[in-house]
């Protein structure tokens, strides 16, 4: 049988995934550089490990043998995507990841062709805020009659990982980003909008996410803008390399995730979900282990995929504890 391969298994997310699989009994690879860590959590999980550099693509292909699916793990994705979207489509291998990064789907876009030519899926943020604001978006868009606009917004609180905050940086630089008309165009930064996530109107601050494509790309609705509240410690100052892998057990659970969404219809009116859930990093996770479980066992379109559009508006609430309350 195939197997399913998470790339990046040592580091933070990609050691809880590899947990979640392990626990379903997804017959699992764990991979990356570092041989050492990876020979210890293939011994604690019983699995085979495999050690490969990006650079050596004959090193990529060969590593592929007996992979059906493979789940990207390994930030910053502006570095890994490209190699393994590539080596998923070549290898007949369908891809998953986890990416925050617009560049991740962007190039998920420009790569769809190939993959449909070859019969692979590439499925970019199988967890996280596209699996949780695509089907929140999804559950509204089903109640909305003829939707011309969607308003999104995440609050996340508590702490971030050591990777997620070296992807971020490298991401600072990047344009303010809403979809207007269909089209992505620039917002000047700094724009701020007051958004209910269930204890009244809180600040947040408009931002570039992924889900600009993916939630276009799944309801066709032409005017998508994104937000977020940060609620915590804020982002972290001082030598990131230095953080610690991510938040402790205790500190995730302490700290939950919400999400709202606001479309407004042909006549005006607005219609409002809000989802509650764990914190985003086990949320992501187990999202991620379960898309990759569930691909496996044959659920796979061809081409650029979004979790809504694969598994439904209801996947979401597949995931840990969550839930969504119509506003």
Same mark, same amino acid.
Request: a negative charge.
């Given at each position: 049988?195939?197997?399913?391969?998470?790339? *990046?298994?040592?580091?933070?997310? &990609?050691?809880?995934?590899?947990?979640?699989?392990?626990?379903? $009994? #997804?017959?699992?690879?764990?991979? *990356?550089?570092?041989?050492?860590?990876?020979?210890?959590?293939?011994?604690?999980?019983?699995? !085979?490990?495999?050690?490969?550099? %990006?650079?050596?693509?004959?090193?990529?292909?060969?590593?592929? +043998?007996?992979?059906?699916?493979? %789940?990207?793990?390994?930030?910053?994705?502006?570095?890994?995507?490209?190699?393994?979207?590539?080596?998923?489509?070549?290898? $007949?291998?369908?891809?998953?990841?986890?990416? =925050? !990064?617009?560049?991740?789907?962007?190039?998920?876009?420009?790569?769809?062709?190939?993959?449909?030519?070859?019969?692979?899926?590439?499925?970019?943020?199988? $967890?996280? +805020?596209?699996?949780?604001?695509?089907?929140? =978006?999804?559950?509204?868009?089903?109640?909305?009659?003829?939707?011309?606009?969607?308003?999104?917004?995440?609050?996340?609180?508590?702490?971030? +990982?050591?990777?997620?905050?070296?992807?971020?940086?490298?991401?600072?630089? =990047?344009?303010? %980003?809403?979809?207007?008309?269909?089209?992505?165009?620039?917002?000047?930064?700094?724009?701020?909008?007051?958004?209910?996530?269930?204890?009244? %109107?809180?600040?947040?601050?408009?931002?570039?996410?992924?889900?600009?494509?993916?939630?276009?790309?799944?309801?066709?609705?032409?005017?998508?803008?994104?937000?977020?509240?940060? #609620?915590?410690?804020?982002?972290?100052?001082?030598?990131?390399?230095?953080?610690?892998?991510?938040?402790?057990?205790?500190?995730?659970?302490? /700290?939950?995730?919400?999400? @709202?969404? !606001?479309?407004?219809?042909?006549?005006?009116?607005?219609?409002?979900?809000?989802?509650?859930?764990? /914190? &985003?990093?086990?949320?992501?996770?187990?999202?991620?282990?379960? =898309?990759?479980?569930?691909?496996?066992? &044959?659920?796979?379109?061809?081409?650029?995929? #979004?979790?809504?559009?694969?598994? $439904?508006?209801?996947?979401? !609430?597949?995931?840990?504890?969550?839930?969504?309350?119509? @506003?």
């Amino acid at each position: 049988m195939k197997k399913l391969m998470i790339y *990046g298994a040592t580091g933070y997310t &990609g050691r809880m995934a590899a947990e979640h699989a392990s626990a379903a $009994g #997804t017959p699992l690879i764990v991979a *990356g550089r570092n041989e050492e860590a990876l020979s210890t959590l293939a011994a604690s999980l019983g699995v !085979e490990y495999r050690v490969f550099p %990006l650079e050596d693509i004959a090193a990529v292909d060969r590593s592929f +043998s007996g992979v059906g699916v493979l %789940l990207n793990c390994a930030g910053p994705f502006s570095t890994t995507a490209d190699v393994l979207m590539r080596a998923s489509i070549r290898n $007949g291998v369908h891809y998953l990841d986890v990416a =925050a !990064e617009l560049d991740s789907y962007r190039l998920a876009e420009e790569l769809d062709g190939q993959a449909r030519a070859a019969g692979v899926m590439l499925l970019p943020g199988s $967890g996280g +805020s596209v699996a949780m604001l695509g089907c929140l =978006a999804g559950h509204v868009v089903a109640r909305t009659n003829s939707p011309s606009s969607i308003r999104v917004a995440m609050h996340v609180s508590g702490g971030l +990982s050591r990777g997620s905050a070296l992807s971020a940086m490298g991401s600072v630089t =990047a344009e303010t %980003l809403a979809r207007v008309g269909g089209v992505l165009v620039a917002r000047g930064a700094g724009a701020v909008t007051k958004l209910d996530f269930g204890k009244g %109107l809180v600040d947040c601050f408009q931002v570039t996410l992924p889900d600009l494509i993916t939630i276009w790309r799944a309801t066709g609705v032409p005017d998508i803008e994104a937000f977020v509240h940060l #609620t915590g410690s804020g982002f972290p100052q001082g030598d990131l390399a230095a953080l610690p892998d991510g938040p402790s057990e205790q500190e995730r659970t302490a /700290n939950r995730y919400q999400a @709202v969404v !606001e479309a407004v219809d042909s006549d005006g009116n607005i219609v409002r979900s809000i989802l509650d859930t764990v /914190n &985003g990093y086990t949320f992501t996770a187990i999202a991620a282990a379960e =898309a990759g479980r569930r691909v496996l066992m &044959g659920e796979d379109r061809p081409g650029f995929q #979004t979790p809504a559009l694969l598994f $439904g508006s209801g996947f979401a !609430e597949t995931i840990a504890d969550t839930t969504i309350v119509d @506003v």
